[in-house]
């Protein structure tokens, strides 16, 4: 048991937490597979809800939100097929919900905890290039995937983000010797607007 401080779920809390996976190399390490499955037991939650006052400002308030829980998969594969060519993958899933309450305001039980969607999934592609003086190049491309999810304890529309993914590459020149590296990279290639 843990006292933890998160912008996921709340402020401060108290979690539980159960973990169960399995590390596994295949065809002579040249294929890894990695499955966890977890089971988290949320007590004490605070969260900060934003609200209005009689005057129309807005005020930000500490409130006591009971118990919740969450539970999950995430599958991790990385595969090399040939020299210099290796391939990354993940995939993860959570199912979360509040058991209760307490008396927090324009939360309920079916509310979504906060930046935390349901799917997310990565995944990468990079080659390194020997070249004749001894150094190489690298050549990288990622993708990655985050479904909807809400900004904020009240799971106001407004402040919710659908579904997205982002799209990166680099490049990396490494010196012979090993002691250096230069890399011209872009994120997020395609200007994707999303809330942070």
């Known amino acids: 048991r843990d006292l933890v401080r998160s912008r996921g779920l709340g402020d401060v809390y108290k979690r539980q937490a159960y973990e169960l996976g399995l590390k596994s190399d295949w065809l002579d390490r ?64 959570i199912d979360a919900e509040y058991r209760d309450v307490g008396t927090a305001q324009n939360v309920t039980l079916d509310s979504a905890f906060v930046n935390t969607p349901e799917w997310t999934a990565n995944s990468s592609v990079s080659y390194s290039l020997p070249l004749a003086n001894g150094g190489s190049l690298t050549f990288r491309g990622n993708w990655s995937y985050r479904s909807k999810y809400y900004v904020n304890p009240q799971n106001d529309e407004a402040m919710s983000q659908d579904g997205f993914s982002l799209f990166g590459a680099r490049v990396t020149y490494a010196d012979p010797d090993g002691r250096w590296k230069l890399a011209a990279f872009g994120t997020n290639l395609a200007n994707k607007k999303y809330i942070n």
């Open 30 to 93: 040249r294929l890894r597979i990695n499955v966890t499955g977890f089971y988290y037991d949320y007590t004490d939650i605070q969260l900060t809800v934003s609200t209005a006052t009689a005057s129309g400002n807005f005020v930000a308030l500490t409130e006591n939100a009971g118990k919740a829980r969450s539970k999950g998969l995430e599958l991790e594969l990385q595969a090399a097929p040939v020299n210099g060519l290796l391939i990354e993958g993940a995939v993860g899933y």
